[in-house]
């Protein structure tokens, strides 16, 4: 099916701004089951790459070893608020590993969380990498380091074994060559890789239809899904839309958001994944497209779908708290694809 | 000239997004110039429509009564930093009204000047609707409606004459129907209106081409123009890129942009006018875009290039303070209109 998906940003009765979107629904064999015109657009994978990143650490069965509870696996997945919450459980891993937030090579960042916002602008010396979204992720890479023996020092570099490792699997999942992912620099300084909207598709096929009777890495990506929908809150926080829509979804979806405009969601029950990315980068168009595709491919009940009716059609206010506008998706099937 | 206008954003090697820009070149009688596929794509004015916004009162003479100076002027048509000598300014054209913040109906958000924004957040008593980039244009609604006798009160409305006065003043320079334009609620709760893009462009035509020679139009026009060129920072502030292109200009240029990624510069020498709008709404590719547009347009000097370099090709940096990219802007003329 031919898609083409824009969402306008209305001002009164006035069309603003219009973002297009790319999107790829693939199967676990990357056979593309809808998409939009380019749905081998390559661009970066940035944090909806968390799910697949984590992958090395359970595959060699470290997290075993370490005995890392569902909430700790869903945060070394998380592109978390930096709640009091998410802190505390990212603390307590690298307690357990020896470490401290010093450790953390990905840098500092406020919060998006209110309350821990408001913390670390009144009590300047609670700053720490704790708080940047991507620390359960950075926690995670050094427990691998430790894990198999690699220096801790460093971790960060392409060159390091724990980023070498990271980005196979990466790869192998998404079933794209490691050596042709172009590697740039991602927000916490870690590498990030480039690869076609569709391999994204397939790899959270991949995600979304693992079992516990497959092979290891279907043990394995079964898990990190199961942490992920049984921890919507460790993978995001407070009005973060991948986490609202596996809470809304009741832990049927998996999904996970990028840097840039990027939202991947797997499909459990069909074994289908979608990559999403807004051309232009912005992040507010996300959550009405994501949906607004959801429900082109049949996949949200009537109740989900009100229950997500804020993500659908977010309001626009002003300084002075006055509804202004309004961001609507729209999903259409091109005459030409017809 | 038929142009396209895009911009890249860089992450290492990768194109991580791509904003698309509408543009119109336009000369004092609407005639394009120089355009992308678009240039009648209609969307809305906001801040840009700021200089117009401010005619009324120095056509109708009010403002030499007042003997607002050109700092005062400026900041009537600024979308300014919040910083302590923008507050100053509108305070002291309120007080001379014997007006107050309490008056102002724009609302209240955090000033982007650093200076600013670190006293509102540990004095959250000192908050006030002066800080509002658009503090300045409302001072001038007010002083409008004291200088014909109109209510203060509700003078946001567009109902009010202050409202429908300038409402007729955009869409005379312009060369639209008023009743033809959509209105909507801008930030700041005032009517914003929406017209095409070569209509904007013909408005900055007439502010850059009209002199103290003209009819009592083309000398306000004139003396608008003046203050903002003479007191770039007024008009907006460090760092805020129409006050950078008109301090690296020498005040050669007039510019203005609004929000929802809307940039209007007029050029005196040549008579044109400018309007650059980014479809998705987004600011960053903004400068760029503009930078890139005059230099196809052969207007910049090789010392403004330099100046402006800046401006041209922005970096990306991360949290931790890498550059991990940057924001470029290419303008072609497409094949098929060569």
New interface residues.
Partial sequence: MRLQIDVI?W??????????LQAAVCDVAGRLEAGTAEPET???FRSAAKPFQLLPLVERGHADRWGWSEAELAVMAASHTGSPAHVELVAGILARLGLTAEDL?????EPLDPASLEHV?SHPEARSALY?NCSGKHAGMLCLARSEGWPTEGYQRAEHPVQALMKRAVAEVCGVAAESM????????VP?F?LPLAAMARGYARLAAATAEGDARARALDRIRRAMCAHPWAVGGDGRFSTVLMQKTGGRLVAKGGA??LECVGLPRRGLGIALK?????ARGLAPATVALLEQLDELTAAERTALSASRRPVVK?????D??AIEAVVQVPAAAR
Avoid: F, M, Q, W
């Fill in positions: 940003v001002r009164g009765p006035i069309r603003e701004s219009r973002h297009r390559i661009t970066t090579a990905c840098g500092y960042h602008r940047n172009p590697t740039g620099i991602d927000g916490c300084s990030v480039a840039e405009g807004s051309e232009d980068g912005a002003n300084h002075a708290g006055l202004v506008g």
